[in-house]
């Protein structure tokens, strides 16, 4: 597809239950991030691949929090037993190069409720 | 480590009425600056970056925002807003080296009326 693209767009959990989020970067991009954004809240950074290596996942809130990007393309973040404090907003975002000033392109993000 | 901060949760404006939208951050090391818009039901774009070079930078929508290192502040401005500049606004901060790590305020949403 033209952009990024994450499915599913909204998800509600029970407490306990464990999601999958996915995201479609712009084929050929290198780079590939995840945010969590509150409600009322700019995004926050969670965890960063370059290709499959998982170069940086210092944002995941807790061992709970899981993603992958096994073959350098699409990406799943995975959380397990899912809280009412994980209700967010999660962005994806990928970039063609890894360096600071390349643009990154924003998915619509995955709504997820916890109840 | 960066921060930012957005002072303005929301800033209400009359059609063709100019607007600021002000933006501080802090960081110890080298920064690049952004702001992202985020219309209603789509995601984040890239509004305009301040990378090097000329501080003042601008946005194909008549958008610009200029970078005063002394400040540390990269407010955002338009002579004169449409109602479809009705959208929230982030501005970011990253460091300079590295892989493009982005710090958001929190956020300030431009309502235009007529």
């Known amino acids: 597809g033209a952009g990024v693209s994450q499915s599913p767009r909204y998800k509600v959990a029970k407490r306990g239950q464990d999601v999958a989020l996915r995201c479609d970067p712009i084929?050929?991009?290198?780079?590939l991030f995840w945010y969590q954004q509150a409600l009322g809240q700019g995004p926050e950074f969670l965890t960063y691949f370059q290709n499959e290596a998982q170069l940086d996942k210092s944002g995941l809130p807790s061992d709970r929090f899981f993603a992958e990007r096994p073959e350098g393309s699409v990406s799943t973040l995975k959380i397990q037993r899912t809280q009412q404090e994980d209700s967010a907003v999660y962005l994806c975002?990928?970039?063609?190069?890894?360096?600071?000033?390349?643009?990154?392109?924003f998915g619509q993000g995955t709504r997820l409720t916890v109840v | 480590a960066q921060s930012v901060t957005q002072l303005d949760s929301q800033v209400p404006v009359f059609e063709e009425a100019p607007v600021e939208l002000r933006c501080n951050y802090s960081?110890?090391?080298?920064?690049?600056l952004f702001w992202y818009v985020q219309y209603p039901n789509q995601g984040l774009q890239l509004l305009l970056k301040y990378l090097s070079g000329s501080t003042l930078v601008e946005s194909i929508n008549g958008f610009e925002a200029e970078f005063n290192k002394s400040q540390t502040s990269f407010h955002l401005r338009k002579p004169s807003v449409h109602i479809s500049d009705t959208a929230e606004y982030f501005c970011a901060v990253s460091g300079s080296t590295g892989f493009q790590k982005l710090v958001f305020g929190t956020g300030t949403r431009l309502l235009v009326s007529p």
């Open positions: 975002a990928s970039s063609l190069l890894q360096g600071a000033a390349t643009e990154a392109f």
């Open positions: 960081s110890s090391v080298s920064v690049y």
């Open positions: 084929s050929g991009h290198v780079s």
